[in-house]
C-alpha cells in the first residue's frame, strides 16, 4: 500500500504538477491559504472533500508538531488527472527527534479488512495518520536530508 517515497521528488517543471509554497505560523495561520488553493485545484473532481481531509490533516500536523514558536515553510505539489490526485507536501522538521514516519500499522490493515478494533487499543495522538492511511490510495512519509516528505494519492473519476 505504500509507496517509494524517494521516488518523489523535485516536482518543479515536471508536467502537470502545480506548486504552492507557504509560510505557515504557529497558531495555525495558513492552513486556510493551503486549502483554498487545493480546493481551487480540484474545484471539479469528485474526491475533493477527501483530498482537503488529507492535506488538512498533513498540514495540521506540521504546525502542531513544530515546536517552538517559528513560522515553518511548506511547499506543496499537486496534480490531477487520468483517474488520480498526487500531492507531496515537503517542510523542514525543526524537531526531528520526535517525528516518527507513518508506517503501515497492523490497526489500519484490520480496519481495511473490515475487523472491529477496540478504541482503547489506539494510542491516544496519530488517530489522523490513520484515517490519512485509509482515505488515501498511497500514503508514504520519510525524513530526507531533514525534510519531512510526505506523498500520497487519491483516485478521482476525472480524466
Not at 521528488?9 to 492552513?31: D, I
Request: proline share 3%; aromatic share 4%; hydrophobic share 45%.
Amino acid at each position: 500500500m505504500g509507496r517509494d517515497v524517494t521516488a518523489a521528488g523535485a516536482r518543479l517543471g515536471s508536467e502537470g504538477w502545480e506548486r504552492l509554497r507557504v509560510e505557515l505560523q504557529p497558531e495555525g495561520l495558513g492552513l486556510g491559504v493551503v486549502r483554498r488553493w487545493v480546493r481551487g485545484l480540484l474545484v471539479e473532481c469528485g474526491a475533493v472533500d477527501d483530498c482537503l481531509l488529507v492535506v488538512s490533516e498533513l498540514v495540521g500536523n506540521v504546525v502542531r508538531h513544530q515546536g517552538g514558536t517559528g513560522v515553518v515553510l511548506v511547499e506543496l505539489f499537486v496534480r490531477h488527472g487520468r483517474g488520480v490526485v498526487e500531492a507531496e507536501l515537503r517542510h523542514v522538521e525543526a524537531r526531528r527527534e520526535s517525528f516518527v514516519p507513518f508506517k503501515p500499522s497492523m490497526e489500519r490493515e484490520l480496519l481495511l479488512a473490515g475487523v472491529d478494533v477496540p478504541v482503547e487499543g489506539l494510542v491516544e495522538s496519530g488517530r489522523g495518520l490513520l484515517v490519512v492511511g485509509l482515505v488515501a490510495k498511497q500514503f508514504a512519509q520519510e525524513v530526507q536530508g531533514g525534510v519531512l516528505v510526505s506523498v500520497w494519492s487519491h483516485g478521482c473519476k476525472c480524466r
